[in-house]
């Protein structure tokens, strides 16, 4: 086998046995890089509720919370309440949460949801197992062997030698110019 056919076979080989990771890592780096602006891993909805609630917080008890909990289709999804003053109490759910004030029953009802699928590839982006580090760890080698085959396919004005140095400096002036605005 010659050195150019290895190198057609590793990248094309390379490249079709990473496309699942590298989908999933770049559609999760696209969910984490705009946490300012969401929540990538869970959806928060958030409603006004009014409860039917004594105003004295003694009186309050587990029957009281699940009979105002099944008037808005929450039944069996109690997990506990506490009060975290004197003139509130919060509900806490299975998936979520309802704070509200004990003298007219007004509050706040939020539903957490994990996103699917996004919830997964988020945590496999954010907190490896100690078998995904290493399995990140080779993928980050095929990468390296992707983008180093990757120069050498195309040949004379389009290969590296013509138009592709230019591609590749142009390609590394983005992560440069961060690096040195750190």
Known sequence: MTCRRLVLVLHRDL???????????AVSGLA??????????????????????????????EEIVAENLARLGETGNLRGYDFPSASRVKIYLKDGSIVARLRDGRGEYESIRRRPLLFEANSLHLNPARWWRVFSDVFAVGLIVIAATGLFIARGSQGLAGRGKWLVAAGMIAPLAAMLAL
């Open 15 to 25: 490249g079709y046995f990473f496309t699942g990771v590298i989908m999933l890592y």
């Open 32 to 61: 984490v890089n705009h946490v300012d602006q969401w929540n990538p891993s869970f959806s928060v909805d958030r409603r006004a509720v009014t409860l039917d609630l004594p105003t004295d917080r003694s009186l309050v008890t």
